[in-house]
């Protein structure tokens, strides 16, 4: 079955650092990937998403490529600020199996 | 605001009761999603709608059902309520049931079982 591994938290990082929070998926066809955030006592939102291999999605600063080769989607940031504290969801859907498949999520806390 | 609403936002019961949770999803979306998300199991898939129409199941307890009305909102019931059931239960909702569509979150439910 379809299964994300995501890299595991609790993260912290000072203001301005660089960040790259790690996944990688197993899936039995070609699916889409998705990065999404949850803030203290929210939803999940939607930060990126990638369609295909080599698809780099990108919003608010944050970015992500679908490298399939390595089977990864890691996440990056050039420069966090504390208003990125938050848990990271990856997650991925699948052709005839549209349901999200999530990690485990990764706890980021940036301190200034 | 993703455009899903839910309610109730917070939903204490006891052991033993039946609780029902609704969603509306985004104005023009014909899918919606239920996932509960606890500590020890964190993000899992329920049961997915499209159109009315049950169109996959996941990680959903027999004790657990759902629909979704004509009007497109859909309601999650739980019944026979265990302490283990309390979590947080999001609702999610698509323009159509292809994976390469984005699912917009509803804020959630916390369901909390005494």
């Known amino acids: 079955g379809n299964s994300v591994t995501q890299m595991e938290g609790p993260v912290t990082l000072s203001e301005e650092a660089f960040l790259t929070i790690n996944c990688t998926y197993t899936a039995t066809g070609y699916p889409s990937l998705f990065w999404y955030v949850q803030y203290p006592g929210e939803g999940l939102q939607l930060l990126l998403k990638?369609?295909?291999?080599?698809d780099k999605g990108s919003n608010k600063g944050f970015e992500a490529t679908y490298r399939k080769e390595t089977t990864s989607f890691h996440l990056e940031k050039g420069s966090v600020q504390v208003s990125d504290s938050a848990v990271y969801f990856c997650a991925l859907s699948d052709f005839g199996n549209e349901k999200l498949t999530f990690g485990t999520g990764t706890r980021l806390t940036i301190i200034p | 605001d993703s455009g899903v609403t839910q309610t109730p936002k917070h939903l204490i019961t006891a052991t033993g009761q039946r609780v029902t949770l609704r969603c509306s999803p985004r104005?023009?979306?014909?899918?919606v999603y239920w996932y509960q998300q606890s500590l020890d199991q964190g993000l899992q898939f329920l049961i997915q709608y499209y159109n009315g129409e049950e169109r996959a199941k996941g990680n959903i307890l027999e004790r657990f059902s759902a629909q979704q009305f004509p009007d497109l909102h859909s309601e999650l019931n739980l019944s026979s309520l265990e302490l283990g059931d309390s979590a947080l239960y999001f609702c999610?909702?698509?323009?159509?049931?292809?994976?390469?569509?984005?699912?917009?979150f509803g804020p959630g439910t916390r369901l909390t079982v005494t």
């Open positions: 990638a369609t295909k291999a080599d």
């Open positions: 104005s023009g979306d014909l899918s």
């Open positions: 999610a909702s698509s323009v159509a049931p292809e994976h390469t569509y984005e699912q917009y």
